[in-house]
């Protein structure tokens, strides 16, 4: 795939797109959801850019801008977007290939809501599946 070159990936969903920016960059694998405008900010679109091109060249990051969640699966994570009066999450897999988004969905409450855990775990087990054959 040439860098900046978007696709669809037609054995998931019409949601699911692959993002390369360039060959030294992890491509970044929608499963479900954007980050654009409406509904987050220009600001927090900016962040949420920032921090994702952070991980697809190769960094780490922690609190307070990601944690780990187990619960979902391996490698599996949790960006976190302040916004001017929500807070977004990003879920998130690093494979050895690629950044892979499970879900983006605003927080409403201290607890993680079961669906989003619930649907990035169903989507991350359809991409392994499609992945494998």
Not at 22 to 35: D, F, M, Q, R
Not at 41 to 52: F, K, M, T
Not at 63 to 92: F, K
Not at 112 to 127: C, D, E, F, G, V
Request: aromatic share 6%; with cysteine.
């Amino acid at each position: 795939m040439q860098a900046g070159v978007m696709r669809g990936v037609d054995s998931m969903s019409k949601m699911t797109y692959i993002s390369v920016v360039s060959p030294a960059h992890k491509p970044l694998v929608w499963l479900s959801g954007e980050v654009k405008t409406p509904p987050f900010s220009a600001e927090a679109r900016i962040q949420a850019g920032y921090l994702l091109r952070m991980l697809q060249s190769g960094a780490t990051l922690t609190l307070p801008h990601s944690r780990p969640m187990p619960v979902v699966g391996a490698r599996c994570h949790e960006l976190r977007i302040q916004d001017e009066n929500r807070t977004w999450r990003v879920m998130y897999r690093v494979d050895a290939d690629a950044i892979v988004i499970a879900d983006v969905f605003a927080k409403t409450s201290q607890t993680t809501p079961a669906t989003a855990i619930k649907n990035s775990q169903r989507r991350l087990r359809a991409y392994d599946d499609a992945a494998k054959g």
